[in-house]
C-alpha cells in the first residue's frame, strides 16, 4: 500500500478554533470519577492529550479504560471530575456537540452502519461535520434520486486510498471481516476532520500487515502539518502503545498509577506490579514478555 | 369513602395481578407482553366455555382454565415463540407480542364460538354473595380479588426470596448468560417464568371478566392501564407495580365519588386515568433525568457482549442490508413497477363496489407508509399511527364540509395538524427508550380515543361526518387514481429520502446510536424528524380514507384497530414502498373477499394469519413477504444480471486484513460478535 499524503484530506473544519493556543491540551479530563451504584469505576483520573500527540492508555481488563472513554466522548457522565476540549469545558455536553467541536472515536467492536456501504459512512461523517444541514434539507432535494455527484468524493476518495479501503468502497459493510471493520471506524472518525480521536483497540483483529499500515497511517495524520490530529489509544498490544506514543497513561481498578514517556512506564514498577502481579518477576524473561509482547492483559 | 376505597381495592387488585405477571415476564425475559390482555381474555374466555357453556363447577373449570390451561399456554409459547428470540431487541420481541395480540382473540372465536355473551361469571357462586364489612358492601368476588393479591404477593416473594427456584429467577434476572454457565439450566427456568406469566393473566383475565364482560378489546384495555403500574415500576420493581396497580384502583374509585354520575366526561376522564398516570410519570422522569437510565437492559454485562451487532433489529437484519447491497437496479425496481402496473391495471378490470375497495386500499397504502417511515427508517415503535389517520380524517371532514375548503387543501391540512403532534410526542417519548415509545404511543392514541375522539363534533350522534371527494375525481373509479397517485408521491418521496443524507443519518441512528451520536448526528432530532413526517403522512392518509368511504368516522380510528393495521404492514413487510402497497390491498380486499365468497366464521382467520404473520416477524425482521420478495429478485438478477457484485470484486484481490468472507448468499457471521467486549464497569 502507498498511503495517500494526508494533506489532500484536510480542510479547515468548522467549529475549530484558528491556531493551537500554547500549552493548552487539545483534551483534557481532571479528577474524573465514576459510580455504579456502590463500584467505583475511575477515581479521581486525570489525563492530557497535547495537540498533534498520540497518547496511549493502557491498564489491565477492568482497569476502568472503556468506562474513560465513556466519559470523555460524552456517552458517559461522570460522578465528578471535568472534561475539556481544547479549554473549553464539554463535561455536560451531548456526544453529538463534541463531535461537532472535533471529538471522535471509535468502538472496541466496530459500531458500524450496516445497512450503509463503506463509501457512505465516510460521506455521512463528512457531511455532517462539513455540510450539516444536508442532514435535514437532502430528502426534499430531488436530485438525490439520481446518485450524488458530491464536491466531498475528492477527500473521501483520498481517505479510502489512504486506509487501502478503495476496493471496498462500494460493499455493505456488513459482510467486512472484522480487521476491515475497524479500518471503516478508523476511515469514519478522520472523515469528520476531528482534532482528536479516540481509538479503542484499533490494532485488535489486524493481521501483521494490516496492523502495520494502520500504524503507519497513525503516524502521517499526527504528523500533517495542514491538520494536526492528536489521537487518544487504548491499546491491549503494549508493544506497539510503547512504539507509537509520546506519553501513556496507565489505570488499574479505576485508578490512574503510572503517566509519562514509555521509557518511564516500561521502567515503572507499580506497572509491573499492575500487569504481572504484586510479588517482583522471578526472571527477566517474563518481564520481557508483558512489556514487548503483544497482549499483555 | 371507605366504600369507595374498598370498591378501588377491587379494581386496583386486578391492576396489581396484572401488572405483576408484565413485569415478571419482563424482567425475566427482556419482553413486555402486549399480548398479556388478549391471553387473559383468551383464559377467561375458556373458564366460561367450560362454566358457562358446558355446565362445569368452578372450581374444576377455575383449576382446568388457570391451573392446566393458562401455565400450558405459557411454555408452549416458550417453546414455540419466545425462546427464539433471547436474543432479539426488545422492538422485535414487542412487535411479536403484538401479533400474539392480534391472533388470540380471533382464535378464541375460531375455537369457541362467536356467541354473544351478556355476563361473565367470576369465581365466586351465582348469586354472588354480599359481605358488609364495617358498614360497606363487599361482594365475594371482590372478596376474592382481595385473596389473590394477598395471596400473590406472599407466595411471590417467599418464593422469590427463600427458594431455589426464586434464587435461579433472581440469577436469570441479573444475567442468564451467567446463570447458564453456573451449571443452570436458563430454559428451565424461563419455560416456569412464563408458566407463571400466563397463569397470572388467566386469574387476572377470569377476575375481571365479572366487572369488564369477555370483550377482547376491554381485556387490552385493562392490560393497558396495567402498564401505567408497570412503567411506574420502570418495568422491573414488583412491589412498587403491585403497589400502583393497588393505588390507582383506589384514585380510580375516589375520583368517581367527586364528579357528577351523569356525565359523559365523567366516564372519559375515569377511563383516562391510567393513561394520564402513565403521561405523569413519563414526564416526571423526562423532567427530573432526562431518562430511564438502562432500564430497558436486560441481563449483565456478559449477555451484552454475546448480542451479535444489528442480528435481529427492528426493520432490518444483517442479512438484510447484504441482500439489499448485492441488488442491481433492475433487481430494485422491476418488483415495484410491475406491482403498480397491477394496481392501476386492476381497477378498470373489476366493478362497481370493488373499485371503491381499492380507493380504500390505496388510502390504506397512504397510511402504511407512515410506518414505512417510522418503522422501517426510524427504527422505532408507533403504535399511535392510527390516531394520527384520525387526526387527519376528523380536520379534513371538518374542514371541507362544515367550513367548503378544497377537498384536497382540507387532506393536507389535516396531515398538518397531525405533524405537531407527531414531533411532540417524539420528543417527549424518544429519549426515553425504544419501549417507552411504543407504551407512550399507545397511550397517547388510547388518551385521544378517550378524550378527544368521542366529542360530539366528531361523533355526530354516531353518524360521523361526511366528507367529499374533489370534483374532478367523484366517481369511486376517479378517486381510486386519485388515491393511487398520492400514495405514489408519498413513496417516491420515501425513496428520496432513504438515499439522501437525510437517509444516511437515519440509517446510522437505526444501526448504531452510539456510534451516530459520536459521528456528531442528534439521535433525538433525527428520530423526532422522521415521526414527525411520519405523522404527516398518516394524517394525509387518513384524509384520503375518509373520502374514499365518504365519511370520518372516528370509530374507524380506535387505537387498537391501529395494532392490526400494524400487525398487516409488518406480516407484508415494514420496510417496503410496495409492501405497503400490497398491505393496503390485502388489508380491504381479504375480508372482502372472505365475506363474499367464503363461510362466515372464516371471517376470523385473516386477522389470525396477519397475527401470525406479525409474530414472523422474529425470524424476517423484513417482513415474510419481503423476505420472499427479496429471494425473488435475486433469483431475477442471477437470470439477467451475471457480473459479480461490488463486494465481489473487492474480494477478488488482497484485502487489507486477508481473507473476507463468501458472498451475500451466504451471509457471514456478523463482524462484531461482541465476545471480546471488555466487560469491565
Known amino acids: 500500500m502507498t498511503p495517500t499524503s494526508p494533506e489532500t484530506v484536510s480542510p479547515t473544519a468548522p467549529g475549530r478554533p484558528t491556531g493551537d493556543v500554547a500549552g493548552v491540551p487539545v483534551l483534557a479530563a481532571r479528577e474524573v470519577s465514576v459510580r455504579f451504584g456502590g463500584l467505583r469505576a475511575l477515581s479521581d483520573v486525570s489525563i492530557e492529550v497535547a495537540p498533534a500527540s498520540i497518547v496511549g492508555l493502557v491498564g489491565p481488563n477492568g482497569a476502568g479504560k472503556t468506562t474513560l472513554f465513556g466519559v470523555l466522548s460524552g456517552l458517559l457522565r461522570p460522578s465528578s471530575g471535568r472534561v475539556s476540549l481544547r479549554g473549553e469545558d464539554v463535561t455536560e455536553a451531548s456526544p453529538q456537540l463534541r463531535a461537532r467541536k472535533g471529538l471522535a472515536r471509535t468502538f472496541q467492536q466496530p459500531e458500524l452502519f450496516m445497512g450503509l456501504t463503506v463509501r457512505e459512512h465516510l460521506v455521512l461523517a463528512h457531511r455532517v461535520r462539513f455540510a450539516r444541514r444536508r442532514l435535514l434539507t437532502d430528502m426534499f432535494n430531488p436530485r438525490a434520486l439520481f446518485g450524488s455527484k458530491a464536491s466531498e468524493d475528492e477527500r473521501v476518495d483520498a481517505l479510502l486510498e489512504l486506509l487501502d479501503l478503495t476496493r471496498v468502497a462500494h460493499a455493505p459493510v456488513a459482510a467486512l471481516p472484522l480487521g476491515t471493520s475497524r479500518l471503516v471506524e478508523v476511515g469514519r472518525a478522520l472523515a469528520g476532520q476531528p482534532d482528536v480521536i479516540l481509538l479503542d483497540e484499533p490494532l485488535s483483529g489486524l493481521d501483521l500487515r494490516a496492523s502495520e499500515n494502520l500504524t503507519e497511517v497513525f503516524r502521517r495524520v499526527v504528523a500533517n502539518p495542514d491538520h494536526q490530529v492528536s489521537l487518544l489509544m487504548v491499546e491491549h498490544d503494549v508493544a506497539a502503545v510503547l512504539a507509537l506514543s509520546s506519553t501513556i497513561f496507565v489505570l488499574d481498578f479505576g485508578e490512574l498509577i503510572a503517566q509519562g514517556t514509555p521509557e518511564h512506564i516500561r521502567n515503572d514498577p507499580a506497572v509491573r506490579a499492575a500487569y504481572l502481579g504484586e510479588e517482583p518477576p522471578v526472571s527477566r524473561t517474563g518481564t520481557d514478555l508483558a512489556f514487548n509482547g503483544t497482549d499483555a492483559s | ?681
Not at chain 2, 363487599?138 to 434464587?167: F, H, K, N, P, S
Open chain 2, 1 to 681: 369513602m371507605l366504600q369507595y376505597v374498598i370498591a378501588g381495592l377491587a379494581l386496583g387488585g386486578i391492576y396489581a395481578i396484572a401488572s405483576a405477571g408484565l413485569v415478571i415476564t419482563y424482567v425475566s425475559s427482556g419482553i413486555l407482553n402486549f399480548a398479556f390482555g388478549a391471553l387473559a381474555y383468551f383464559v377467561a374466555r375458556f373458564y366460561y366455555f367450560l362454566h358457562t357453556q358446558h355446565g362445569w363447577g368452578i372450581l374444576p373449570s377455575a383449576v382446568v382454565a388457570i391451573g392446566l390451561c393458562a401455565p400450558a399456554i405459557g411454555i408452549v409459547l416458550y417453546g414455540i415463540l419466545f425462546r427464539f428470540m433471547r436474543l432479539s431487541s426488545p422492538l422485535i420481541k414487542v412487535v411479536a407480542t403484538v401479533g400474539l395480540l392480534v391472533a388470540v382473540p380471533s382464535l378464541a372465536t375460531l375455537i369457541f364460538g362467536n356467541q354473544a355473551i351478556q355476563a361473565a361469571p367470576g369465581l365466586a357462586p351465582e348469586p354472588v354473595r354480599v359481605f358488609h364489612v364495617i358498614g360497606v358492601p363487599v361482594t365475594l368476588d371482590q372478596v376474592i380479588v382481595y385473596c389473590c393479591v394477598v395471596a400473590t404477593v406472599i407466595i411471590g416473594a417467599a418464593v422469590l426470596r427463600y427458594t431455589d427456584v426464586g434464587l435461579k429467577v433472581r440469577a436469570m434476572v441479573d444475567s442468564p448468560a451467567m446463570t447458564g454457565l453456573s451449571g443452570t439450566n436458563p430454559g428451565a427456568v424461563s419455560v416456569g417464568v412464563w408458566a407463571v406469566s400466563i397463569f397470572f393473566a388467566g386469574l387476572a383475565g377470569v377476575l375481571a371478566a365479572p366487572t369488564i364482560g369477555l370483550d377482547p378489546i376491554n381485556f387490552t384495555i385493562l392490560v393497558a392501564a396495567a402498564f401505567a403500574a408497570v412503567i411506574a415500576a420502570k418495568l422491573r420493581s414488583l412491589p412498587i407495580a403491585v403497589s400502583v396497580g393497588l393505588l390507582m384502583g383506589i384514585v380510580t374509585s375516589l375520583i368517581q365519588r367527586y364528579l357528577p354520575s351523569d356525565s359523559n366526561w365523567t366516564t372519559e376522564i375515569v377511563d383516562a386515568i391510567p393513561f394520564m398516570v402513565i403521561a405523569v410519570v413519563l414526564l416526571y422522569n423526562l423532567v427530573r433525568r432526562g431518562s430511564f437510565g438502562d432500564a430497558e437492559r436486560v441481563g449483565g454485562p456478559l449477555d451484552r457482549a454475546i448480542v451479535p451487532q444489528g442480528e435481529s433489529r427492528l426493520a432490518g437484519s444483517t442479512a438484510s442490508a447484504l441482500d439489499a447491497g448485492s441488488i442491481g437496479l433492475l433487481g430494485r425496481y422491476a418488483g415495484p413497477a410491475l406491482l403498480m402496473v397491477v394496481a392501476t391495471v386492476l381497477p378498470l378490470i373489476v366493478q362497481g363496489f370493488w373499485v371503491g375497495l381499492f380507493a380504500q386500499a390505496f388510502a390504506y397504502g397512504i397510511i402504511f407508509l407512515s410506518w414505512t417511515l417510522v418503522v422501517g427508517e426510524g427504527g422505532m415503535l408507533w403504535l399511535c399511527q392510527i390516531t394520527f389517520a384520525g387526526v387527519g380524517a376528523l380536520t379534513a371532514s371538518q374542514l371541507a364540509v362544515n367550513h367548503g375548503w378544497p377537498v384536497l387543501a382540507a387532506i393536507v391540512v389535516g396531515g398538518l395538524v397531525a405533524l405537531p403532534m407527531g414531533l411532540i410526542v417524539g420528543f417527549l417519548s424518544i429519549r426515553l427508550g425504544d419501549l417507552y415509545v411504543a407504551l407512550v404511543t399507545l397511550t397517547f392514541g388510547l388518551l385521544m380515543e378517550n378524550l378527544v375522539f368521542t366529542q360530539n363534533i366528531f361523533v355526530n350522534q354516531g353518524l360521523g361526518v361526511n366528507m367529499n371527494r374533489p370534483t374532478f375525481a367523484g366517481s369511486d373509479l376517479a378517486f381510486t387514481y386519485l388515491s393511487l397517485a398520492a400514495f405514489a408521491v408519498v413513496a417516491l418521496f420515501i425513496v428520496n429520502l432513504r438515499r439522501s443524507t437525510t437517509g444516511l443519518a437515519l440509517n446510522a441512528v437505526r444501526w448504531s446510536e452510539p456510534a451516530a451520536k459520536t459521528t456528531g448526528i442528534s439521535v433525538v432530532q433525527m428520530k423526532v424528524l422522521v415521526a414527525g413526517l411520519a405523522a404527516l403522512v398518516a394524517g394525509i392518509g387518513g384524509g384520503f380514507l375518509a373520502a374514499a368511504q365518504t365519511s370520518a368516522q372516528p370509530g374507524n380510528f380506535a387505537t387498537f384497530a391501529g395494532i392490526v393495521w400494524l400487525a398487516v404492514l409488518v406480516t407484508v413487510g415494514v420496510r417496503s414502498n410496495v409492501a405497503a402497497l400490497v398491505a393496503g390491498i390485502a388489508f380491504v380486499m381479504m375480508p372482502s373477499l372472505a365475506q363474499a365468497y367464503l363461510p362466515t366464521w372464516t371471517a376470523n382467520i385473516p386477522p389470525v394469519l396477519f397475527g401470525l404473520g406479525a409474530i414472523g416477524v422474529a425470524k424476517f425482521p423484513d417482513g415474510t413477504l419481503a423476505q420472499q420478495g427479496q429471494a425473488f429478485r435475486r433469483f431475477l438478477q442471477s437470470r439477467i444480471d451475471r457480473r459479480p457484485a461490488p463486494l465481489a470484486v473487492a474480494m477478488a484481490g488482497d484485502g487489507p486484513t486477508g481473507t473476507i468472507p463468501t458472498g451475500p448468499s451466504t451471509p457471514p457471521a456478523p463482524p462484531s460478535p461482541r465476545v471480546t467486549q471488555d466487560v469491565s464497569p
